[in-house]
């Protein structure tokens, strides 16, 4: 008896296998397109839909962005946390949980979400996906409104102030270093005190980070923030598994960017 050529046996096979090969990327574009309307492959989205809540980790004491007044939850992230959840149809669920044990909490599945002044983390990578970002705490310089000063380059000879030991400190420390010929100034305790110098006059600039330049020159009028020196940007962060949710959620933030809330946030908490 004479074998069939092996072409003619594998052929069906192949096909077979292509097939399969598109029937499931089909149901993966059913699944990721569906949106809230259609089928989900995303284990995280359909919980939360089920239960009707989006669970959110925060780190609750970490102000502006979370704190705890009455036995209420209030906050930067609070608020936006609500928002985001009342977008995808959801009511926001806070667990509370301490900042090194964020990432294990969403990892464990006793989390949807983390909402707690997150920088962003590639490292964390393998277990977690992150939103657009919302938030920039970087350091930023800080002029008085009708000061000359734009940015770095403008600091030669100039009194900059500084919180003594803080992320300013180390980054005026490294430019002074570079040659930047800043007269530094870093006896304040807080960068409240430094930003209080600058406005009454006795230093021409001073450098923080953008959540307490923010809150001074909305706080009272008089000072501008010239420049921004580094980048820390605040994210969203999700489940490794949950890339349906993520889209919900970076749709939202988008949405509400907009609409202008994030300026209202920057009002009510930034002062």
């Not at 707690?116 to 310089?141: I, K, N």
């Not at 600091?155 to 030991?165: D, I, K, S, Y």
């Amino acid at each position: 008896m004479i074998s069939p050529p092996r072409n003619k046996i594998l052929r069906p096979l192949v096909d077979l296998s292509a097939i399969a090969v598109l029937v499931l990327y089909g149901l993966l574009a059913w699944g990721s397109e569906g949106g809230r309307g259609g089928v989900t492959l995303d284990p995280v989205w359909a919980a939360a839909r089920e239960r009707g809540a989006l669970r959110v980790a925060v780190d609750v004491g970490f102000r502006p962005f979370a704190d705890q007044i009455g036995g209420a939850l209030v906050g930067y992230d609070i608020d936006l946390a609500r928002a985001v959840a009342t977008r995808l149809g959801l009511r926001a669920e806070f667990v509370p949980t301490g900042f090194d044990a964020l990432y294990d909490t969403l990892s464990s599945g006793r989390a949807d979400m983390i909402a707690s002044a997150l920088p962003y983390a590639p490292e964390q990578g393998f277990r977690a996906r992150f939103s657009s970002f919302y938030f920039d705490a970087g350091q930023v310089l800080v002029v008085r409104a009708g000061s000359a000063i734009a940015g770095p380059d403008d600091l030669g000879g100039r009194a900059v102030g500084v919180a003594l030991g803080s992320d300013a400190d180390a980054l005026a420390r490294r430019m002074a270093r570079d040659g930047a010929g800043l007269n530094l100034r870093s006896a304040y305790d807080e960068p409240a005190q430094a930003l209080a110098d600058l406005r009454a006059g006795r230093l021409d600039a001073v450098i923080t980070d953008n959540v307490a330049a923010l809150a001074a020159v909305q706080s009272a009028p008089g000072l501008r923030i010239a420049a921004a020196l580094t980048t820390e940007p605040f994210a969203l962060a999700m489940p490794r598994a949950a890339f349906q949710l993520e889209a919900e959620v970076n749709q939202a933030l988008a949405d509400l960017r907009d609409e202008g809330f994030f300026d209202e946030l920057n009002r009510r908490w930034l002062r």
